[in-house]
């Protein structure tokens, strides 16, 4: 009897063992995450939907109460929730809330925010129908759909007027998780996560790996690179009022006014630009109004210094006379 009785009391630890190891994965995170397998919860259908094992993994790992979601496309967040048995607080411009227009009713501690990947995929009048919302809650939901915004910069905007309405939103302590991606259009990189609002205390980017995408079915040829990854941004509330904000500024440049471009970097510019060989007054011509110039006493005597110090990649073709050479273009 005392034998089966020590047999039942190591089974019983054993299986608390098991249990804890279980909770400890479960609130386990990295900055590499994937899920080959999508879970139950939302509609794998509906276009864009990120696999509730994300969420999920959140939400066990930062432990809020309740959590939000105010773009919740369908519904993935309150099936994660629930799962997790926590409450949830979700909207979208489909079921009458328009994040750009609409104040934010709910202070909480935790937001999960999965964005449209700019056009990539439409939503307004293709998942659903736009009649029936104007219908049902009296707008016209292509008006606020940041999938519908023709623009990159209009769309960086839009974005960024959400992002920072959601953050102010947050309570002391709070958390805004967002799911985000790159696009790739005509040989550029659109990057959500390098031009996104990062307000407060950035406190991790995790790495998620994408799973059954409808791209996995393209042949993509010559050297376009297949983007096999998402970003998740989780940024932290620790102050009420004043808080650290990280803004993305696009704007031009010109190489004759940067002060780490070397003079060998400025002529080979100024020569790359020419369909054929220029005398050495267009290249003072061609640099003088600019810093680098305006900054240096001896600017024409480095130029010409510059031109023969590099006969690898100036080629003097007759007196006065210079040009790129080929094979250094581009370099």
């Known amino acids: 009897m005392e034998e089966l009785y020590g047999h039942r009391k190591r089974i019983d630890r054993a299986q608390a063992e098991t249990g804890r190891q279980m909770v400890s994965t479960q609130r386990r995170l990295t900055s590499v995450v994937s899920y080959p397998e999508r879970g139950e919860g939302g509609n794998n259908h509906y276009r864009g939907n990120c696999s509730p094992r994300l969420v999920e993994a959140l939400i066990r790992f930062f432990r809020p109460k309740e959590i939000c979601d105010y773009m919740c496309g369908s519904g993935t967040t309150k099936a994660a929730a629930e799962c997790c048995g926590i409450g949830s607080h979700i909207y979208d411009l489909h079921s009458g809330f328009d994040l750009l227009h609409n104040e934010i009713p709910e202070r909480l501690e935790m937001i999960f925010w999965h964005p449209p990947y700019w056009d990539m995929v439409v939503y307004s009048d293709v998942m659903y129908k736009a009649s029936d919302v104007q219908e049902k809650y009296g707008y016209d939901p292509r008006v606020s759909d940041l999938s519908r915004i023709p623009d990159w910069d209009g769309f960086v905007k839009a974005m960024n007027h959400a992002m920072l309405k959601q ?18 259009k005509k040989g550029r990189l659109y990057s959500m996560l390098s031009e996104i609002t990062k307000p ?9 790996t994408q799973h059954n995408c409808v791209s996995d079915r393209t042949a993509y040829s010559g050297r376009f690179i297949p983007i096999l990854h998402e970003y998740v941004l989780i940024v932290r509330k620790d102050e009420p009022l004043v808080v650290p904000v990280i803004l993305s500024q696009r704007g031009g440049m010109d190489i004759r006014d940067m002060e780490d471009a070397s003079w060998k970097d400025i002529v080979a510019a ?12 267009y290249l003072y011509e061609q640099i003088r109004p600019y810093k680098r110039a305006q900054n240096s006493r001896w600017w024409k005597e480095k130029i010409r210094q510059t031109l023969q110090y590099h006969p690898s990649q100036f080629v003097r073709v007759e007196q006065g006379m210079w040009t790129l050479k080929k094979s250094a273009a581009g370099y």
Do not use: H
């Open 167 to 184: 953050f102010s939103a947050l309570e002391k302590g709070g958390r805004i998780a967002v799911l985000m991606g790159d696009i790739k």
């Open 270 to 281: 100024v020569l790359e630009s020419c369909q054929k060989a220029v005398p050495l007054t």
């Open 200 to 208: 407060g205390t950035m406190e991790n980017i995790l790495i998620k």
